[in-house]
């Protein structure tokens, strides 16, 4: 089997892992369980400061590391240690009174250092494994395949819900995320690796000291800060609408099934157009579409909810495919697991910063100001990363 298909395989179960054991299920299953609101948002910004904390180790390391399959292999298991908590709480709920918020909070914290090592060289393993011309349509085609699956996944867990209890549905799909977790790890230890004296050549006469040389690294600091406000404000829509009582434990799944169907959309949409349209045009189109849709969703009740949210997750996975191919055409390949570190510890480090800006905000300017506070940020993000994009590919065409 060739790496494209493992790839595309390793993306779709990961994806499927991933789903099932953060955002919106977990914020809900951790409001069932008993965490507060607040609890929620902390522990968000707990799991995005660890992230960071190891990105920014990355930032001096990723470009040393040797064997990069074979780490990208193990940390693919990170969020298995945390679900397999997750699945004790879901078993049994009593624990909530035993010190279960403590437990999570220290290994969420544990797990999610390992999380950071995982995004980081997640962006570094195509340039081991597969032709980089390729990279764009192949991110698009398997994020569609991996939103695809985990539609029907998502799907699945809605109905399970309407059907079962909601801790026994909740624990079953915890199981399959675990099992998710060890079989994206088999499939990526499975890759063949490629050009490896290359590599190692280009880490050796580059890395973070080339890319703090690289004028685009400073510009871009303020782009990839903002977006991280933007995108952690949009990963805890579930929690704001059901504080708001728009949705409940049940309607609440809904928004996993908008994701994935959203994900899949906006990913096929991307793999066959991005070359028609070119990429820096595709990102101004769907940051303007996110912009003027996502303020909308919490005014219009449970359906306008749902439609504005459904087309704000469209452009938002629009944007959140085109930023990656956009650094490969504007970053030097030698250079790319350093401003990754970077890039990904601005990003990572804003979103810990959203969560906890929200309730200070919702005093202030309401959840709905929040809400345009996020997309003026994302605005602010896709104007910059089109202006730098057109000035470098231009120079270098």
């Known amino acids: 089997m060739s790496n494209i298909k493992k790839y595309c395989i390793y993306t779709t179960i990961y994806n499927v892992g991933f789903m099932l054991c953060t955002g919106t299920i977990m914020q809900t299953f951790l409001i069932q369980a008993g965490f507060s609101a607040e609890q929620v948002y902390v522990l968000n910004s707990l799991m995005q400061i660890m992230q960071v904390a190891m990105m920014l180790v990355l930032t001096f390391l990723s470009d040393k590391i040797k064997y990069v399959k074979m780490v990208t292999s193990i940390s693919c298991l990170s969020l298995s240690v945390l679900t397999a908590v997750f699945l004790i709480g879901a078993i ?12 999570v909070f220290i290994v969420a914290g544990i797990s999610y250092v390992g999380v950071g090592l995982y995004t980081i060289l997640s962006y570094c393993l195509p340039y081991y494994t597969i032709d980089m011309k390729d990279y764009g349509k192949m991110t698009g085609i398997s994020t569609a395949i991996a939103g695809g699956v985990s539609f029907l996944v998502s799907l699945a867990y809605s109905i399970f819900l309407s059907k079962f209890s909601y801790m026994k549905t909740t624990s079953a799909f915890f199981v399959i995320a675990i099992v998710c977790f060890i079989l994206t790890s088999i499939v990526c230890a499975s890759m063949r690796v490629k050009n490896v004296e290359k590599n190692k050549e280009d880490r050796e006469r580059n890395g973070v000291a080339s890319v703090l040389k690289n004028k685009n690294t400073y510009v871009l600091l303020i782009p990839n800060f903002v977006r991280g406000l933007s995108v952690g404000i949009f990963n805890v829509i579930a929690t704001i609408a059901i504080s708001m009582s728009i949705l409940n434990e049940t309607t609440s799944s809904y928004v996993n099934v908008i994701l994935q169907i959203a994900a899949f959309a906006g990913n096929v949409f991307f793999a066959f157009t991005y070359k028609k349209l070119s990429t820096k045009n595709l990102l101004l189109i769907a940051t303007l579409g996110v912009c003027v849709s996502f303020p909308f969703s919490l005014e219009l009740g449970t359906i306008g909810f749902f439609c504005c949210f459904a087309i704000a997750s469209f452009f938002r996975f629009v944007t959140d495919t085109a930023i990656p191919v956009i650094i490969t055409e504007i970053i ?6 350093s401003y990754t570190s970077i890039r990904m510890l601005i990003f990572t480090g804003a979103q ?6 929200i309730t200070p905000l919702k005093n202030v300017i309401g959840y709905t100001g929040v809400l345009i506070f996020a997309t003026g940020m994302l605005f602010v993000c896709g104007i910059t990363y089109y202006a730098v994009a057109k000035q470098t590919i231009g120079k270098q065409n």
């Open 352 to 357: 810990a910063v959203a969560t906890l800006l």
């Open 92 to 103: 049994n709920p009593e624990l909530i009174k035993h010190g279960y918020v403590i437990a």
């Open 332 to 337: 030097p390949k030698e250079q790319i697991g």
